[in-house]
């Protein structure tokens, strides 16, 4: 079955380290995003892909970088320069960056900075 | 700029109740919106999407949402809860103005479903 594969489900970093999720889709899909939940806030963008090798800021990109060598995968870093990296990641995809082309979703990715 | 704003952050139902989740956004033309459930720890699912004609949408798991444009709103609703249903429930619209294609999110209504 196709979808998008994040790991690790679950990641502990000490302060001053930077981490790397991943996200792999096999939707053949053209765009891909990614999200940052925090408890009561909503999901905000942080950065998103709409073809290989380009990429654009969110709302909230300091802090964080990307790469999309591949149209598959979409890995976000985490780097010692975001003040508050806790949280909920959230790797998302779509087809094409028109209307009707909703956002699928992965499982997500805890980050808990100790 | 365009908003999403859902003004309960925590509902509890009972089970077998009717449920209406409220969802209010801003923006001068037609919206394109959407309603998205996470379970705990888990990723968003999409229930329904709304772009154009019929303003009553039906999505899956039995919920619907009514689009009401004089009212800026686009509520969720579900005649009987389950207490599988027991989630948090995000209103979203598409973002004309800034990164194509990206989605608008409201900050989640919690629902809590009693026995």
């Known amino acids: 079955d196709g979808g998008i594969t994040q790991s690790p489900k679950y990641l502990f970093r000490k302060e001053g380290q930077n981490v790397t999720l991943s996200c792999e889709q096999n939707l053949n899909h053209d765009a891909m995003y990614w999200y940052r939940q925090d408890p009561g806030q909503g999901l905000r963008l942080i950065y998103y892909s709409q073809i290989v090798n380009d990429f654009q800021k969110g709302d909230i990109a300091e802090g964080y970088s990307v790469s999309r060598e591949k149209k598959e995968s979409f890995p976000l870093t985490v780097t010692s320069a975001q003040k508050n990296p806790t949280a909920f990641y959230l790797c998302?995809?779509?087809?094409?960056?028109?209307?009707?082309?909703?956002?699928?979703f992965g499982a997500g990715s805890r980050l808990t900075v100790l | 700029a365009q908003s999403v704003t859902q003004p309960d952050i925590h509902i509890t139902v009972s089970e077998g109740a009717s449920l209406e989740l409220r969802c209010n956004y801003s923006y001068g033309a037609t919206p394109y919106l959407f309603w998205y459930v996470q379970s705990p720890g888990q990723g968003l699912q999409l229930l329904l999407k709304?772009?154009?004609?019929?303003?009553l949408v039906q999505g899956i798991k039995g919920f619907e949402a009514e689009f009401k444009r004089s009212q800026s709103s686009f509520n969720l609703r579900k005649p009987s809860v389950h207490w599988s249903d027991a989630a948090e429930y995000f209103c979203a619209v598409i973002n004309y103005g800034g990164s194509q294609g990206n989605l608008i999110f409201g900050k989640g209504t919690k629902l809590s479903v009693k026995p």
């Open positions: 709304y772009f154009s004609g019929d303003t």
């Open positions: 998302a995809s779509r087809r094409g960056t028109g209307v009707a082309n909703v956002l699928t």
